[in-house]
């Protein structure tokens, strides 16, 4: 069975930094493409950032230049660096993976982790 597991969610000023860290276990052949999604509250899950097993990333244009997404492929890790925090993103963070664990690639999700932006 596999499991994503996120941390580093938390509380942070507007302006502040926060660094989300994703971690895959269980009977993983691989990772294929590796994603942070979040959603707030009343809203629709949106995709933040996306990066691939060859580590070409891809990035919402609202978070642009403020996150970096990136991935460990060793540790089976992805992290999502954020900076300049706005109270717009104030969301709950989710990963994503698609993951092998025998012939077939099945996406998986975390439970999320909340992150708050307010003075």
């Known amino acids: 069975q596999v499991q994503l597991v996120e941390s580093g969610g938390g509380l942070v000023q507007p302006g502040g930094s926060l660094r989300l860290s994703c971690a895959a276990s269980?009977?993983?052949?691989?990772?294929?493409?590796m994603r942070w999604y979040r959603q707030a509250p009343g809203k629709e899950r949106e995709l933040v950032a996306t990066i691939t097993s060859g580590g070409v990333t891809n990035y919402a244009d609202s978070v642009k230049g403020r996150f970096t997404i990136s991935r460990d492929n060793a540790k089976n890790t992805v992290d999502l660096q954020m900076i300049s925090l706005k109270p717009e993103d104030t969301s709950v963070y989710y990963c994503?993976?698609?993951?092998?664990?025998?012939?077939?690639?099945?996406?998986?999700w975390g439970q999320g982790t909340q992150v708050t932006v307010s003075s």
């Open positions: 269980g009977s993983i052949v691989s990772i294929s493409t």
């Open positions: 994503y993976a698609i993951i092998a664990t025998n012939k077939y690639m099945v996406p998986y």
